[in-house]
């Protein structure tokens, strides 16, 4: 098997189950509250990713850390899980799945706009036409379609879901600042995340039900441990990173088709509409970066 099928094999198998998030989400807080299922979903991603780094034999790289990397990590940690699960999670709680998961889609063309004050980065006329077209595709969604009343459905669920990506965002540019092994990074940082909330599960602890413990556990694995760790291996053996990457556009799609068996929601032509213009608005702003990449 050549390095581009075992490429192609890691980014799909990974793309399926970031697919699937959407719908473990919504059923997990069918059974569990927003603290709970960030609480068991944090410490099992932690814990997978440490046997991951058991396995890849980087465990030894934990003593060469000085305490600027832990402090950087526990920064990281609060932004991701912590504050940015806690608001996604409470999202899905609010919204229909098929509202909540593309909506979250936008935080790359909110990256850009935070990059133009923290970088100093340029604003391209490529950037306002990304931008617009991924407006109108929020709210196409948050309307559901109903522009003569311009009525947004559920305003909270709407502004925490945007929300989320913004918290994303600043944790991604704050990210490329850490130069910690990728997956040393993440157990870090998770493991953070899950003392940060730790002390809320305590406070609202109960006996978890059955589905929504199975819920997490899958939510922790599949969400950022195992998965990411597969993603991270597709970038690694493929000679054309813009050839694997571009196929993570596809995920809202494949997700709704998961939300209308697995969650029973009926998907609304304006929640496919709204997921192209954002995907399309996304596409449009990284259009030259991966034209770039394929001349090169």
Not at 76 to 88: A, I, T
Not at 128 to 133: D, Q, R, S
Not at 198 to 226: K, Q, S
Request: glycine content about 6%.
């Amino acid at each position: 098997m050549t390095k581009r099928s075992k490429a192609y094999i890691c980014a799909l198998t990974a793309l399926f189950f970031w697919s699937t998030m959407a719908s473990a989400f919504k059923i997990s807080l069918r059974y569990l509250s927003v603290v709970e299922l960030l609480f068991y979903s944090s410490v099992v991603s932690a814990v997978a990713l440490f046997l991951i780094l058991t396995v890849q034999k980087k465990i030894g790289l934990i003593k060469r850390l000085q305490i600027r990397d832990y402090l950087l990590s526990g920064l990281l940690g609060f932004l991701n899980p912590f504050f940015y699960y806690l608001v996604l999670f409470k999202a899905y709680s609010l919204l229909p799945a098929q509202q909540a998961q593309p909506l979250n889609m936008i935080w790359g063309i909110v990256l850009v706009l935070i990059s133009i004050p923290l970088l100093k980065q340029k604003v391209r006329f490529v950037d306002m036409v990304a931008l617009l077209t991924c407006f109108f595709g929020v709210m196409v969604i948050s309307t559901e379609g109903d522009f003569a009343r311009m009525h947004v459905t559920n305003p909270l669920g709407v502004f925490l879901a945007v929300g989320s990506s913004v918290i994303w965002s600043f944790y991604w540019i704050l990210n490329v600042k850490d130069n910690k092994d990728s997956m040393l990074r993440l157990f870090l940082n998770f493991t953070a995340g899950s003392i940060y909330i730790f002390p809320f599960f305590l406070f609202h602890w109960r006996m978890p039900p059955r589905e929504g413990l199975l819920g997490a556990v899958y939510v922790g694995l599949f969400e950022m441990g195992i998965t990411f760790f597969l993603w991270i291996t597709a970038l690694k053996l493929t000679d054309r990173t813009v050839n694997v990457a571009i196929l993570i556009y596809f995920v809202p799609f494949v997700s709704f088709v998961f939300i209308h068996v697995l969650v029973g929601e009926t998907i609304l032509f304006s929640s496919v509409a709204g997921a192209i213009l954002i995907v399309l608005g996304t596409l449009i702003n990284k259009y030259k970066e991966f034209k770039k990449e394929n001349q090169g």
